[in-house]
């Protein structure tokens, strides 16, 4: 049997608050699943990867045992109250710090509540698509609009740790839209704002064109928008979803220089390219964060593809995790658990010793990260 290597300290990259309010077994268990939809008629999000990760890691903490029904769990969660839950399965996480992205809507917790319920230091994300949203809602020209959003980010970047793009990676443009194009595309952008707002007193809005928000943020506002936070030096961290890396490799190549690192959210299944975009560029850092949550029982074999092709100190520890706090527990325990087999099969082979071994652990898991974000060492 492999031995594995213990993965300590982990900072959290990339995630979210978690719900102040109590609740039942259909609302937990849509939190649970990744689908925007629910689960087909008689069937449940307890039985995915996720699901038997959170009864399997959770239960204990909260005085049951391992693997128990998920009624019988969530009447333990509602006895012990939410408060006491996030407290119990966050500090059990053992994550010593958490980047907080408060762009998502809803009754979630910010950094500092983060901070008191886990025991960690925590720092605000902020996300561009909502800074935008923001700073339109105060704004009656679109020139004032522009003249605003440059003040806010500024502002914004005065406190946060990192700036982080939810938009369409394919639209990052190697170079700053052309003004004529930013105001036209920021009038459109503002003029659909305002269209939807009238249709929503009017009882006729529908849902949400993306998460979190209404209109998606117009190419050329989006261009400006990153390339705004690239000038402030802050790292910016870019989602891909099922994004193909490749489309980012030009705004790669045109930010190299500026003093801004990019973070690469959420690769898998691209988690190849994204390595390899990573590994290409000194400023391109890689997420790991999604490999153990998307891939279950493979996420060792996968995390090793990663590794064959960045440099490890290229790779990011992330949970995305999102108003459950058995979802940030379940993250941290999944990714020390695949990355120590990793590590731990590299060192039966012989191929590294244990104490470098030990040494990309903690690279990995928390200083990589420390680095990159300016958090004090710990």
């Known amino acids: 049997m492999t031995d594995t290597v213990p993965v300590a300290d982990l900072v959290d990259q990339n995630c979210h608050g978690v719900l102040r309010a109590e609740l039942g077994l259909g609302t937990f268990e849509a ?26 890691w959770c239960p204990p903490l909260l005085g049951l ?12 969660r509602r006895e012990l109250g939410v408060a006491e839950t996030s ?11 958490h980047l907080v992205d408060t762009g998502l809507p809803g009754d979630l917790t910010g950094p500092a509540e983060m901070a008191t319920a886990a025991g960690s230091e925590a720092r605000e994300i902020v996300r ?3 800074l935008a949203e923001h700073v339109a809602d105060t704004s009656g020209t679109v020139e004032a609009f522009l003249v605003n959003l440059g003040e806010a980010v500024h502002t914004a970047a005065s406190s946060a740790v990192a700036f982080t793009s939810v938009g369409a990676a394919a639209y990052a443009a190697p170079e700053p839209p052309e003004p004529f194009r930013l105001r036209a595309a920021a009038g459109r952008w503002l003029a659909r704002r305002e269209t939807e707002r009238r249709a929503a007193r009017r009882g006729m809005a529908g849902r949400a064109g993306r998460e979190g928000g209404g209109a998606p943020v117009e190419p050329e506002l989006l261009d400006h928008l990153r390339w705004s936070a690239v000038a402030c030096g802050l790292p910016l961290q870019l989602r891909l979803g099922t994004a193909d890396p490749a489309c980012l490799a030009d705004f790669a190549a045109a930010t190299e220089g500026y003093g801004c690192d990019l973070v690469l959210l959420y690769g898998y299944p ?5 390595a390899a975009l990573a590994g290409r560029h000194p400023h391109v850092y890689a997420d790991l964060g999604a490999v153990p949550a998307r891939t279950g029982a493979r996420a060792a074999a996968v995390l090793a593809e990663v590794m064959e092709l960045a440099p490890f100190g290229k790779l990011l520890f992330s949970s995305g995790a999102q108003a459950l706090p058995e979802l940030h527990l379940v993250a941290a325990r999944q990714f020390r658990e695949a990355l120590g087999r990793v590590l731990g099969a590299w060192v039966d082979d012989g191929a590294w010793t244990r104490q470098d071994a030990a040494r990309v652990a903690t690279m990995i898991g928390s200083g990589n990260a420390r680095r990159v974000y300016g958090l004090c060492e710990r």
Do not use: I
Not at 33 to 56: H, K, L, N
Not at 65 to 76: F, I, V
Not at 87 to 97: M, Y
Not at 270 to 274: D, E, I, L
């Open 87 to 97: 407290r119990r399965l966050l500090r059990a996480a053992g994550v010593s710090a």
């Open 128 to 130: 561009l698509e909502v």
């Open 31 to 56: 939190r649970l699943g990744a689908a925007r939809a629910p689960a087909a008629p008689g069937t449940t999000f307890f039985d995915t990867q996720t699901g038997f990760a959170v009864r399997r």
């Open 270 to 274: 691209h988690h190849r390219q994204t």
């Open 65 to 76: 045992e391992a693997h128990c029904p998920p009624a019988r769990y969530l009447a333990r």
